[in-house]
């Protein structure tokens, strides 16, 4: 597509229930980011995709976030158990390469509410 | 954590006059990149320089890196209400590998 589709835009969690994100980068994008973006703050790098491979998932804040990328295109943000310190907004990036040189792509992000 | 730190932290200006951030990190950087964000939006990529480079223009944007003082400036001229946003410098740096490292970001409101 033209850019980086999220989805839900928003979503609402009650105390304890799981969710998913989702991500859609930009078609033939090999890197793809996801970032926590807290209010009134700069983004939070959280995990790295390069093709399928995960190669970098050192900002996860807990073993209750996990994320996917199966088939090298499309990847899910899971977190499990959501606490109301994860409420934020969930931002995903795509880059042609397997470097910044191009800069990033961002969605428009997942605002993320846990009640 | 964070690696930049970008200063002042809210900027309030005229239509028309012009706009200076600053940005500081702390480790060898390959490259240093600005982004606006536009309230309840995604980041959307403004320019980069590259660590070799002093200077760089696009449009109405300057941006200087100083690599021997770790600190980088972005500059708008001619400022339009359009330009209200958070502005965030972020750096690809050789510690961190790919990802970007971004700052906390400068809130910039132009007044019409």
């Known amino acids: 597509g033209a850019g980086v589709s999220q989805s839900p835009r928003y979503k609402v969690a009650k105390r304890g229930q799981d969710v998913a994100l989702r991500c859609d980068p930009i078609?033939?994008?090999?890197?793809l980011f996801w970032y926590q973006q807290a209010l009134g703050q700069g983004p939070e790098f959280l995990t790295y995709?390069?093709?399928?491979?995960?190669?970098?998932k050192s900002g996860l804040p807990s073993d209750r976030f996990f994320a996917e990328r199966p088939e090298g295109s499309v990847s899910t943000l899971k977190i499990q158990r959501t606490q109301q310190e994860d409420s934020a907004v969930y931002l995903c990036a795509s880059s042609v390469g397997s470097g910044s040189h191009n800069g990033y792509t961002f969605g428009s992000g997942t605002r993320l509410t846990v009640v | 954590s964070q690696q930049g730190e970008e200063d002042p932290q809210a900027l309030s200006i005229q239509e028309g006059e012009n706009a200076t951030m600053n940005c500081s990190y702390k480790?060898?950087?390959?490259?240093l990149q600005w982004y606006r964000q536009n309230s309840g939006r995604g980041l959307v990529h403004l320019i980069l320089?590259?660590?070799?480079?002093r200077e760089k223009h696009s449009g109405r944007l300057r941006v200087t890196l100083d690599t021997s003082k770790k600190s980088s400036s972005l500059l708008i001229t001619a400022s339009r209400a359009a330009d209200t946003a958070s502005y965030f410098c972020?750096?690809?740096?050789?510690?961190?590998?790919?990802?970007?490292?971004f700052g906390a970001g400068t809130i910039l409101r132009v007044k019409s």
């Open positions: 078609s033939g994008h090999v890197s």
């Open positions: 480790t060898s950087i390959n490259n």
């Open positions: 995709f390069q093709n399928e491979a995960q190669l970098d």
């Open positions: 320089i590259r660590s070799n480079e």
């Open positions: 972020a750096t690809d740096d050789m510690e961190y590998g790919n990802k970007l490292v």
